[in-house]
Protein backbone atom coordinates (compact mmCIF):
# COMPACT_ATOMS: atom_id res chain seq x y z
CA UNK A 1 0.00 0.00 0.00
CA UNK A 2 1.58 3.55 -1.03
CA UNK A 3 0.81 6.44 1.22
CA UNK A 4 -0.07 9.85 -0.57
CA UNK A 5 3.01 12.26 -0.39
CA UNK A 6 2.49 14.91 2.48
CA UNK A 7 4.54 17.49 0.69
CA UNK A 8 5.67 18.40 -2.45
CA UNK A 9 7.11 21.77 -3.54
CA UNK A 10 8.30 20.35 -6.85
CA UNK A 11 7.21 23.25 -8.52
CA UNK A 12 9.70 26.09 -6.52
CA UNK A 13 13.33 26.62 -6.11
CA UNK A 14 14.31 28.74 -3.73
CA UNK A 15 17.50 31.20 -4.61
CA UNK A 16 18.19 35.03 -3.12
CA UNK A 17 15.16 36.95 -3.60
CA UNK A 18 14.39 40.04 -5.87
CA UNK A 19 13.83 42.40 -2.97
CA UNK A 20 17.00 41.66 -1.44
CA UNK A 21 18.99 45.44 -1.67
CA UNK A 22 22.10 46.66 -0.44
CA UNK A 23 19.83 48.41 2.33
CA UNK A 24 17.72 45.20 3.51
CA UNK A 25 20.69 42.22 2.96
CA UNK A 26 20.58 39.39 1.19
CA UNK A 27 17.58 36.99 1.88
CA UNK A 28 15.84 34.22 0.52
CA UNK A 29 12.44 33.90 -1.70
CA UNK A 30 10.67 31.06 -3.52
CA UNK A 31 10.52 31.17 -7.13
CA UNK A 32 8.56 29.28 -9.54
CA UNK A 33 10.14 26.08 -11.28
CA UNK A 34 7.40 26.21 -14.03
CA UNK A 35 4.62 28.44 -15.42
CA UNK A 36 1.28 28.06 -13.69
CA UNK A 37 -2.15 28.78 -14.24
CA UNK A 38 -4.31 30.97 -11.94
CA UNK A 39 -6.02 28.22 -9.39
CA UNK A 40 -2.99 25.81 -10.56
CA UNK A 41 -1.72 24.05 -6.86
CA UNK A 42 1.81 25.27 -6.69
CA UNK A 43 2.89 23.72 -3.07
CA UNK A 44 1.50 21.16 -0.47
CA UNK A 45 2.70 20.48 2.99
CA UNK A 46 2.44 19.93 6.65
CA UNK A 47 2.88 22.11 9.58
CA UNK A 48 4.37 20.92 13.29
CA UNK A 49 2.83 23.37 15.60
CA UNK A 50 5.03 24.85 18.11
CA UNK A 51 5.07 24.30 22.27
CA UNK A 52 2.30 26.30 23.93
CA UNK A 53 3.93 29.62 24.65
CA UNK A 54 6.03 30.09 22.48
CA UNK A 55 5.78 34.09 21.01
CA UNK A 56 5.50 34.36 17.11
CA UNK A 57 4.91 37.61 17.76
CA UNK A 58 9.21 37.88 18.05
CA UNK A 59 9.88 35.41 14.97
CA UNK A 60 8.58 35.76 11.35
CA UNK A 61 10.02 32.70 10.52
CA UNK A 62 7.24 31.01 11.74
CA UNK A 63 3.04 30.54 10.67
CA UNK A 64 -0.05 31.76 12.56
CA UNK A 65 -1.80 28.85 12.98
CA UNK A 66 -5.27 29.83 13.85
CA UNK A 67 -7.74 32.74 13.14
CA UNK A 68 -8.53 33.21 17.37
CA UNK A 69 -6.94 36.74 17.92
CA UNK A 70 -4.88 37.50 20.19
CA UNK A 71 -3.16 34.54 18.35
CA UNK A 72 -1.73 31.56 20.80
CA UNK A 73 -0.92 28.58 18.01
CA UNK A 74 2.58 29.01 16.21
CA UNK A 75 3.97 26.55 13.52
CA UNK A 76 6.64 25.59 11.44
CA UNK A 77 5.59 24.89 7.74
CA UNK A 78 7.69 22.18 5.40
CA UNK A 79 8.74 22.85 2.19
CA UNK A 80 9.21 26.39 0.98
CA UNK A 81 6.60 27.57 2.25
CA UNK A 82 9.00 29.22 4.90
CA UNK A 83 10.37 31.32 1.80
CA UNK A 84 7.78 32.93 0.11
CA UNK A 85 7.78 36.47 0.72
CA UNK A 86 4.93 39.00 1.86
CA UNK A 87 3.12 41.70 -0.12
CA UNK A 88 0.22 44.25 0.43
CA UNK A 89 -3.09 42.42 0.54
CA UNK A 90 -4.55 41.80 -2.98
CA UNK A 91 -1.25 42.06 -5.10
CA UNK A 92 0.04 38.14 -3.99
CA UNK A 93 0.37 35.63 -6.89
CA UNK A 94 -0.46 33.09 -4.50
CA UNK A 95 -2.72 32.17 -2.37
CA UNK A 96 -2.22 30.20 0.75
CA UNK A 97 -5.54 27.82 2.19
CA UNK A 98 -4.77 26.24 5.73
CA UNK A 99 -5.84 23.68 7.08
CA UNK A 100 -6.12 24.04 11.08
CA UNK A 101 -7.74 20.79 11.92
CA UNK A 102 -5.14 18.38 9.88
CA UNK A 103 -1.84 20.75 10.34
CA UNK A 104 -1.52 21.30 6.41
CA UNK A 105 -1.56 23.57 3.89
CA UNK A 106 -1.75 24.40 -0.04
CA UNK A 107 -0.40 26.86 -2.12
CA UNK A 108 -2.02 28.23 -4.99
CA UNK A 109 -1.90 30.50 -7.52
CA UNK A 110 -3.53 33.79 -7.50
CA UNK A 111 -3.08 34.51 -10.69
CA UNK A 112 -0.87 33.03 -14.09
CA UNK A 113 2.70 32.80 -12.96
CA UNK A 114 5.97 32.91 -15.02
CA UNK A 115 8.57 30.25 -14.55
CA UNK A 116 11.23 32.16 -12.75
CA UNK A 117 8.36 34.43 -10.99
CA UNK A 118 8.75 35.31 -6.98
CA UNK A 119 6.31 33.62 -5.12
CA UNK A 120 4.71 35.87 -2.76
CA UNK A 121 1.41 35.74 -0.34
CA UNK A 122 0.20 38.32 2.18
CA UNK A 123 0.64 37.19 5.42
CA UNK A 124 -2.55 36.62 7.34
CA UNK A 125 -0.96 38.29 10.24
CA UNK A 126 1.74 40.72 8.59
CA UNK A 127 -0.90 44.30 9.97
CA UNK A 128 -0.36 42.85 13.85
CA UNK A 129 2.52 40.70 14.48
CA UNK A 130 5.36 42.72 15.96
CA UNK A 131 7.83 41.48 13.88
CA UNK A 132 6.30 42.51 10.93
CA UNK A 133 6.01 45.90 12.10
CA UNK A 134 9.39 47.57 9.74
CA UNK A 135 8.10 45.04 7.28
CA UNK A 136 4.51 46.72 7.13
CA UNK A 137 6.31 50.48 6.85
CA UNK A 138 8.05 49.36 3.97
CA UNK A 139 5.10 47.99 2.11
CA UNK A 140 2.59 50.15 3.01
CA UNK A 141 0.58 47.32 4.03
CA UNK A 142 -2.00 49.53 5.86
CA UNK A 143 -2.96 51.50 2.51
CA UNK A 144 -5.36 50.28 -0.13
Same mark, same amino acid.
Given at each position: ?? &??????????????????????????? &????????????????????? +??????????????????? +???????????? +??????????????????????????????????????????????????? &????????????
Amino acid at each position: MS &AENKIDCSKVYVKKSSFSTEETGDFDG &AFAAVDMKEGELIEKGVVRRL +PDGFDGNTCPYIFTWSTVR +PNKTWAMASGCA +PYYNTCKDGTSNTNMVRDFEKDTFEIFAAKDIKKDDELLHTYISLKWRTCF &ADLNDIIHADEK
